[in-house]
């Protein structure tokens, strides 16, 4: 089989999917948007069995064929005969419904948004399920998009991975795209500090307040050697993303701190490439 790299580009309406093929396309594959799925496999065909000069693929599939099960179907061939790698993306549902707000485009489920978005979640939760890479958009701008997906695709031999280390509170729940989340609630508690309470977790003086504690220090010795080890197994398993989740009550001092402690020293330790958020640190 020729060495010829397949990526679907998969996901929700208003994720992100436009801007991910242009970043795609700038780094040399040759995208293609909405072909019919009817004919996707023997596009495909014709590339790996006629010697075309393409070497990289990227094949945007969506709802906009209305037909989950077929999507469904044909991303699973392409994984299963071709190897292809598949990206979902997504987002939560209130920054798509500001996208297309922005855009004034029509979702491709319907004009009634909020009912159109939980159609097609619902509809992709199969694909999202067989996809390698679930990426969640919502706090990206297109920009950092474009980044992200550059970044991942570029080499696709390179030993790294990119790593999210976002801080969020347990009251708004767990973000559902981490891949390992830790629960720092047994800190002491800076919002019971009056001076501390309107400050958050990137403030010097909530950040002193934090690492006193001696169970700060002691977590942090234990974690350390933790990524230490997982890291470069999860780069030998080919993992490409990981989502470091780390949670204190409202997400805003504790939290926080501690990722700012854990991403500085996993992009000095790994030399990975390193993305902090923040979810709930504007939150009352």
């Known amino acids: 089989m020729p060495n010829i790299s397949v990526v679907v580009l998969t996901g929700l309406s ?92 029509k979702h491709p489920m319907g004009d009634d948004l909020p009912e159109a978005i939980k159609s097609e979640k619902e509809g992709m939760s199969a694909v999202k399920d067989l996809s390698d890479v679930v990426l969640d958009t919502s706090d990206y701008n297109v920009h950092q998009l474009s980044a992200v997906i550059e970044d991942y695709f570029k080499d696709a031999t390179a030993s790294s991975i990119y790593i999210t280390v976002q801080s969020f509170g347990f009251k708004y729940g767990i973000p559902a795209e981490s891949d390992l989340v830790l629960d720092v609630r047994f800190l002491k508690n800076p919002h019971f500090v009056k001076e501390f309470r309107d400050l958050t977790g990137v403030d010097t003086r909530v950040r002193d307040y934090i690492f006193k504690d001696k169970r700060t220090k002691e977590m942090l010795k234990k974690i350390k050697p933790l990524f230490d080890f997982l890291l470069p197994n999860y780069v030998t398993e080919g993992k490409k993303f990981l989502t470091v989740s780390i949670g204190c009550t409202g997400g805003k001092h504790r939290s926080v701190a501690i990722v700012e402690e854990i991403g500085k020293y996993l992009e000095k330790k790994h030399k990975n490439k390193i993305y902090i958020k923040h979810r709930d640190i504007d939150r009352s």
């Open 14 to 105: 208003g994720a992100g999917k436009s801007v991910a093929a242009n970043a795609l396309e700038d780094i040399g594959f040759y995208t293609i948007d909405n072909l019919p799925l009817v004919i996707i496999e023997k596009f495909v065909d014709i590339i790996f069995d006629f010697n075309v000069e393409i070497n990289k693929i990227a094949l945007v599939i969506d709802s906009r064929s209305k037909d989950f099960e077929k999507i469904y179907e044909i991303i699973k061939l392409l994984k299963d005969k071709y190897y292809a790698e598949v990206v979902f993306l997504t987002s939560d549902n209130q920054t798509i419904i500001n996208r297309y707000k922005e855009t004034r485009r």
